[in-house]
T-cell receptor
Framework: DAGVTQSPTHLIKTRGQQVTLRCSPISGHKSVSWYQQVLGQGPQFIFQYYEKEERGRGNFPDRFSARQFPNYSSELNVNALLLGDSALYLC?????????????FGDGTRLSIL | GQQVMQIPQYQHVQEGEDFTTYCNSSTTLSNIQWYKQRPGGHPVFLIQLVKSGEVKKQKRLTFQFGEAKKNSSLHITATQTTDVGTYFCAGPVQGAQKLVFGQGTRLTINP
């Protein structure tokens, strides 16, 4: 079975631009979470979506938004990019919505802001 | 807000030596999860501990959950080069659908 897939793998943007990152969960997993991982730090929770609804939100500005589609895939959008948004963006899926569920991570999208 | 802290931040050992990383939460946790991230890779789930005082083993890895459910540890016996990576603990935020990760312990090994 395929794992969590993310696209693109790498992205270079300039300040002020907008970006959309995509994630397909493991087949059968209904929960998708997004994390930001800055070099040398642990993943920071951004959003959780379950059954197409937002179920959790981390301490990120409104420039960050996401959605989940009927097939449980998800997109993360970031507007008005700042230099500090440079990071590895990880998508994780789990079977259920509870936070005690093991997270299955994709390879991530490495976003660089110039 | 809830914080999860790990020490040490870095650990360098000779192959064959033991390694331990410690995780402390500012609040009581319903469970704690451990992940391993290889250089250039993504976090991979290792294990979840739920019960107070729980100890679980996976080959050379031993995981413990504290009696107060506020701390945890991962011990690796006789490290091998395949153990290289960053080890993260993560705990759920009470009343919220999210995990808080520690900053990780990066393990490097001299063969």
């Amino acid at each position: 079975d395929a794992g969590v897939t993310q696209s693109p793998t790498h992205l270079i943007k300039t300040r002020g631009q907008q970006v959309t990152l995509r994630c397909s969960p493991i087949s059968g997993h209904k929960s998708v979470s997004w994390y930001q991982q800055v070099l040398g730090q642990g993943p920071q929770f951004i959003f959780q979506y379950y059954e197409k609804e937002e179920r959790g939100r981390g301490n990120f500005p409104d420039r960050f938004s996401a959605r989940q589609f009927p097939n449980y895939s998800s997109e993360l959008n970031v507007n008005a990019l700042l230099l500090g948004d440079s990071a590895l963006y990880l998508c994780a899926s789990s079977l259920l919505r509870q936070s005690n569920q093991p997270q299955h991570f994709g390879d991530g999208t490495r976003l660089s802001i110039l | 807000g809830q914080q999860v802290m790990q020490i040490p931040q870095y650990q360098h050992v000779q192959e064959g030596e033991d390694f331990t990383t410690y995780c402390n939460s500012s609040t009581t946790l319903s469970n704690i999860q451990w992940y391993k991230q290889r250089p250039g890779g993504h976090p991979v789930f290792l294990i979840q501990l739920v019960k107070s005082g729980e100890v679980k083993k996976q080959k050379r890895l031993t995981f413990q959950f504290g009696e107060a459910k506020k701390n945890s540890s991962l011990h690796i016996t006789a490290t091998q080069t395949t153990d290289v990576g960053t080890y993260f603990c993560a705990g759920p935020v009470q009343g919220a659908q999210k995990l808080v990760f520690g900053q990780g312990t990066r393990l490097t090994i001299n063969p």
